[in-house]
């Protein structure tokens, strides 16, 4: 059975803890601005496609799209008390880096079938200014298996967040407040999925995808 929304107490926590803990950082510590918020579907599966600067990109998009969004997260992150806790709430999953983990990638497709919208940082890990260079095709794989749109995102400026290290260090949560810099987010409008999932098409919807991120982290702040 298809479903328009992801589980009722996962919104519900989600919405406490951004109008509680997130949003406030995000909207005066950061000073963060956001772009294309009517862009983002409310109800229903979405492939969320973005760029990948730092370890707080997923609560920062989260926060944007105004909806719980499921991500793969690496398996190290599950063995951390609170952490996992706080990252379950907002939908993350665990993923073994090592190799490929295909139970993760079921688990991504079934969370698609029950109106999640799934996060993917379309090169899989940090660049080092933002900007995409290598994509990979994982978000249009799942988003034409399952005929949802992909909704392409940009972060801008949260590779300066890292000065404050990483979020888990030594197996150890660090809990130091991030630096208080300019962060932006621009929302481009939902792409129609690849009408099958061959590799050229795949490829096309990806490259598409990359090129409109890069263009709008052109923009700057």
């Known amino acids: 059975m298809n479903h328009t929304r992801e589980p009722l107490v996962n919104l519900l926590l989600y919405?406490?803890?951004?109008?509680?803990?997130?949003?406030?950082?995000?909207?005066?510590?950061?000073?963060g601005q956001v772009y294309g918020e009517q862009h983002?579907?409310?109800?229903?599966?979405?492939?969320?496609?973005?760029?990948?600067?730092s370890d707080y990109d997923p609560l920062i998009l989260a926060c944007c799209v105004n909806r719980p969004v499921a991500y793969m997260a690496k398996a190290e992150l599950f063995n951390v008390p609170v952490l996992k806790e706080l990252i379950q709430l907002y939908g993350a999953y665990p993923v073994?880096?090592?190799?490929?983990?295909?139970?993760?990638?079921?688990?991504?497709?079934?969370?698609l079938s029950q109106g999640w919208a799934?996060?993917?940082?379309?090169?899989?890990?940090?660049?080092?200014?933002?900007?995409?260079?290598?994509p990979k095709l994982g978000a249009a794989f799942l988003a034409a298996k399952h005929q949802v749109p992909l909704l392409p995102v940009c972060l801008w400026g949260t590779q300066a967040l890292m000065t404050g290290?990483?979020?888990?260090?030594?197996?150890?949560?660090?809990?130091?407040?991030?630096?208080?810099v300019p962060i932006s987010v621009r929302i481009g409008q939902p792409l129609a999925p690849p009408s099958s999932v061959r590799k050229e098409e795949l490829w096309n919807i990806t490259q598409n995808c990359t090129t409109i991120i890069n263009e709008l982290h052109s923009l700057g702040r």
């Open 96 to 111: 073994k880096r090592a190799s490929l983990d295909r139970k993760a990638i079921r688990v991504g497709q079934g969370m």
């Open 165 to 180: 290290g990483h979020v888990l260090q030594d197996g150890k949560l660090n809990l130091k407040m991030p630096p208080s």
């Open 15 to 31: 919405h406490l803890l951004k109008s509680v803990v997130v949003s406030p950082l995000f909207r005066f510590h950061l000073q």
């Open 118 to 134: 799934i996060g993917i940082f379309v090169q899989g890990t940090f660049t080092a200014d933002g900007r995409i260079t290598e």
């Open 40 to 53: 983002v579907p409310q109800e229903g599966p979405v492939v969320i496609v973005c760029n990948h600067a």
